[in-house]
């Protein structure tokens, strides 16, 4: 490290170009800053290398594997369909390659500098930013921290050999013929059940009473029927105690009650939740930036930490590590270094699992409204029965709108079913802009398609229903 060298100055210097990172340079670029964003791994983050986008590309080529093996139902009849397992990964690594660059092509066309490297915090208005090569340092008048999170990795089960993380699992040499998966949240649910549809025996190791806890317990259950009919044991009220693996298979060992069982398979993927990138050498005490509980840093209602002139956005900050909620807090916190009033409002976070069928959720749930005082009109509509659904051969699950009895007020929504992650978006738009139920049902929605479940959920909560009969 070079010692006495000057300061260059930047306006701003954006840690991270993840989602959020990226989408916060760039947005600051556009107002005019002068930006340079550094980036300890490839740009786009834990989203585009290991997380959102290569997961969805391997859940939708196992979608399209169970779709042929199984066209029988739509009389069509398809022999001898295979797997090329390191055709799948290249097609994964062909998605992140093309999205990755057309985020460094954004930053480029943007006037964004890039770095490629790590920071460390000098004092309060001042970094060095660092990599093999060289070690500039920077004076910046403002910052914003968006380096993400990592996969929790627990003592008794420590990443080596068969015991993986969400990293690990998009990587496999093999489609394995077994594999353990402890935790039944969203990446839990979605990589195990990709990996069944591919063939795989999974057996989902659950703490709690049911999979999916941040969804509607009548969500997670039909998602957890759809499991145990693709070859998945689900074993809830389960506790891992520790596993023992050889160069071939692992085995862990678990608790249910005072039962102590074991469960052997050719890998053991480990999916608790996500820790925040706040552990390491950034320096964030010399730069007065306080981190409270869990590694979150503490944060105003436009991002600002204790440090008035740096801000912090992601997975860092409290609320759901979700990519779309990094994205929206990195144009806050580049809007408010502007001077601009913008401020974070979470009443629209849509939440997607990318199950089969998939589930999403925005704003509030029936028992959340009732909590915060509302008197609530609930209308419910299952795709059995939508035409659209019908035609697809995809009629399992609802959508189901939660709104205020007293004014029609939409206040939540969740969907579960075919495309789920594609219809919440009409919901958060509804809730951002004060739509009512009779909103929802005056709009024309086309058809046949499934949008129109909403509109016939809209129509339930009326108590005018067409397409089914008044309760």
């Given at each position: 490290m070079v010692v006495g060298d000057p300061s260059l100055d930047i306006d701003t210097l954006v840690i991270g170009a993840g989602p959020g990172g990226y989408v916060a340079?760039?947005?600051?670029?556009?107002l005019g800053q002068n930006v340079l964003v550094v980036e300890k791994e490839n740009v786009g983050g834990v989203c585009l290398n290991v997380g959102c986008i290569p997961s969805k590309a391997l859940i939708s080529a196992s979608h399209q594997y169970e779709s042929i093996s199984h066209a029988s139902a739509f009389g069509i009849t398809a022999g001898d369909v295979k797997v090329e397992?390191?055709?799948?990964?290249?097609?994964?690594?062909?998605?992140?390659k093309k999205l990755t660059g057309g985020v460094a092509s954004l930053l480029k066309a943007n006037k964004v500098q890039y770095f490629n490297g790590e920071v460390m915090f000098i004092n309060e208005n001042e970094a060095r930013v660092f990599n093999d090569q060289e070690a500039p340092r920077y004076r910046f008048k403002n910052c914003i921290i968006a380096t993400g999170s990592r996969p929790i990795e627990l003592k008794a089960f420590p990443f080596s050999g068969r015991i993986v993380s969400s990293t690990g699992a998009l990587s496999l040499p093999e489609i394995p013929k077994s594999i353990i998966v402890i935790?039944?949240?969203y990446i839990g649910i979605e990589l195990g059940q990709m990996y069944s549809k591919f063939g795989t025996k999974v057996t989902i190791i659950e703490g709690g009473d049911a999979i999916l806890p941040g969804f509607d317990k009548?969500?997670?259950?039909i998602v957890a029927k759809k499991l145990k009919g693709t070859n998945v044991d689900i074993v809830t009220g389960a506790m891992a105690q520790g596993a023992e693996q050889t160069d071939k298979d692992v085995t862990l060992t678990y608790k249910v009650g005072d039962k102590e069982e074991k469960v052997t398979a050719d890998y053991l993927l480990v999916t608790v939740g996500r820790r925040p990138n706040t552990d390491g050498d950034l320096g964030l005490e010399l730069a007065n930036v306080k981190v409270g509980e869990r590694g979150l840093v503490e944060v105003d209602a436009q991002c600002r930490t204790s440090n008035p002139h740096i801000y912090a956005i992601g997975d860092i900050i409290a609320g759901p590590a979700l990519a779309h909620k990094a994205m929206y807090e990195g144009r806050i916190a580049a809007e408010a270094i502007s001077g601009l009033p913008s401020v974070i409002d979470y009443k629209c976070v849509p939440a997607v699992c990318f199950s089969d069928p998939?589930?999403?959720?925005?704003g509030l749930s029936e028992k959340e409204a009732k909590d915060k005082g509302y008197k609530t009109k609930v209308g419910k509509f299952p795709f059995a029965i939508n035409g659209r659904a019908?035609?697809?051969?995809?009629?399992?699950?609802f959508v189901k709108l939660v709104s205020d009895a007293d004014t029609g007020l939409v206040l939540g929504a969740q969907i579960i079913g075919l495309e789920a992650s594609n219809m919440i978006a009409e919901l958060a738009l509804a809730i951002e802009m004060g739509a009512t139920l009779e909103d929802i049902a005056l709009t024309?929605?086309?058809?046949?398609?499934?949008?129109?479940?909403?509109?016939?959920?809209a129509e339930v909560a009326l108590g005018h229903p067409i397409h089914t009969v008044a309760k």
């Open positions: 340079a760039i947005r600051a670029a556009q397992w390191n055709k799948v990964q290249e097609f994964k690594n062909g998605i992140v935790g039944g949240g009548d969500m997670g259950s998939e589930c999403a959720a925005v019908m035609s697809l051969n995809a009629t399992e699950g024309i929605h086309a058809h046949p398609t499934l949008g129109e479940i909403v509109l016939d959920a």
